[in-house]
């Protein structure tokens, strides 16, 4: 049984950063893909950045620049590291993760969420202007 479970998320005055962390743990072995997506009230939930096993990264435009996603293959810890945060950036920030996806390994295949089969119960960030 695979488990995700975020962690990281507070409240920063804008400008600031946050670094979130994602723990897998059960049968996680050659998960390829795991991807963080947030979520606003009122609004649909969005990816916010993917990456693959060869650690290709891939992000939504609205943080580019801002935000990196990494791993740390010996811990099984997925990152998003959050600088320069808006206040548009504040919702609940989701871990997710799935061996195979639907299609090609791109930033529009990932940002469905039925591509991924795997979630965690997810971290609240929140930016004040």
Do not use: H
Not at 8 to 34: E, F, I, K, P, Q
Not at 74 to 85: H, K, P, V
Not at 93 to 108: E, F, K, N, Q, R
């Amino acid at each position: 049984q695979v488990q995700l479970v975020e962690s990281g998320g507070g409240s920063v005055r804008a400008g600031g950063s946050l670094r979130l962390s994602c723990a897998s743990s059960g049968y996680t072995d050659n998960m390829n893909y795991m991807a963080w997506f947030r979520q606003a009230p009122g609004k649909e939930r969005e990816v916010v950045a993917g990456r693959d096993s060869d650690g290709s990264t891939r992000y939504a435009d609205s943080v580019k620049g801002r935000f990196t996603i990494s791993k740390d293959n010996a811990e099984n810890t997925l990152y998003l590291q959050m600088n320069n945060l808006k206040p548009e950036d504040t919702a609940m920030y989701y871990c997710a993760a799935d061996w195979l996806l639907p299609g090609p390994p791109t930033i529009a295949t990932m940002s469905s969420q039925s591509a991924f089969g795997y979630w965690g119960q997810g971290t609240q960030v929140t930016v004040s202007s």
